[in-house]
T-cell receptor
Framework: RKEVEQDPGPFNVPEGATVAFNCTYS??????FFWYRQDCRKEPKLLMS???SGNEDGRFTAQLNRASQYISLLIRDSKLSDSATYLC???????????FGTGTRLTIIP | NAGVTQTPKFQVLKTGQSMTLQCAQD?????MYWYRQDPGMGLRLIYY???????DKGEVPNGYNVSRLNKREFSLRLESAAPSQTSVYFC???????????????FGDGTRLSIL
């Protein structure tokens, strides 16, 4: 089983719709969680950290479910500029390293 | 606002040639990382350096060496390039440790390396 698993997609979503991704992680000792965004042929960029109580940043909402070991990302009122690959990222307790999922590809359709 | 700077951005090598990928960060971060990204594989850690003077192997270290030259710079060397090392290479840095476990990593633009 992969340490971090994501549905690769692609998700093709009409502009203005709401879309949600899930990601599961295997290590119950994982401590820190992030969503990164990667545009085609570009570097990954931090979208948001994921906190235990859930957090929101504008149209983006991230949630963590430790019991079921998954994190989610919800995008409301999707824009064309949201088209990208979204990477789920996990850091284990006491570990310098991050573990990346393979990403979920999202395309927003006009 | 340079952040993490990688050079070169593109490189084509012949099998058996050697080269060094350079990475520098200006954010005074302690930790630096080298990843490779291949289609369908996601980002895989090659080596990392938790602090100046230390380096550790990641998931896929074979065929690579690294040097943490100082706090700012972390280089990746391919001693004898192989076609399997054709990939996109990303350097990243982070302020991790001292309780800052929620600090993210910041990435450079990447180096697209082709081995013929």
């Amino acid at each position: 089983r992969k340490e971090v698993e994501q549905d690769p997609g692609p998700f093709n979503v009409p502009e203005g719709a709401t879309v949600a991704f899930n990601c599961t992680y295997s290590n119950s000792a994982s401590q820190s969680f992030f969503w990164y965004r990667q545009d085609c042929r570009k570097e990954p960029k931090l979208l948001m950290s994921v906190y235990s109580s859930g957090n929101e940043d504008g149209r983006f909402t991230a949630q963590l479910n430790r019991a079921s070991q998954y994190i989610s990302l919800l995008i409301r009122d999707s824009k064309l500029s949201d088209s990208a690959t979204y990477l789920c990222v996990v850091r284990d307790f006491g570990n310098e390293k991050l573990t990346f999922g393979t990403g979920t590809r999202l395309t927003i359709i006009p | 606002n340079a952040g993490v700077t990688q050079t070169p951005k593109f490189q084509v090598l012949k099998t058996g040639q050697s080269m060094t990928l350079q990475c520098a960060q200006d954010m005074n971060h302690n930790s630096m990382y080298w990843y490779r990204q291949d289609p369908g594989m996601g980002l895989r850690l090659i080596y990392y350096s938790a602090s100046e003077g230390t380096t550790d192997k990641g998931e896929v270290p074979n065929g690579y060496n690294v040097s943490r030259l100082n706090k700012r710079e972390f280089s990746l060397r391919l001693e004898s390039a192989a076609p399997s090392q054709t990939s996109v290479y990303f350097c990243a840095s982070s302020e991790v440790g001292r309780g800052n476990s929620n600090q993210p990593q910041h990435f450079g633009d990447g180096t697209r390396l082709s081995i013929l």
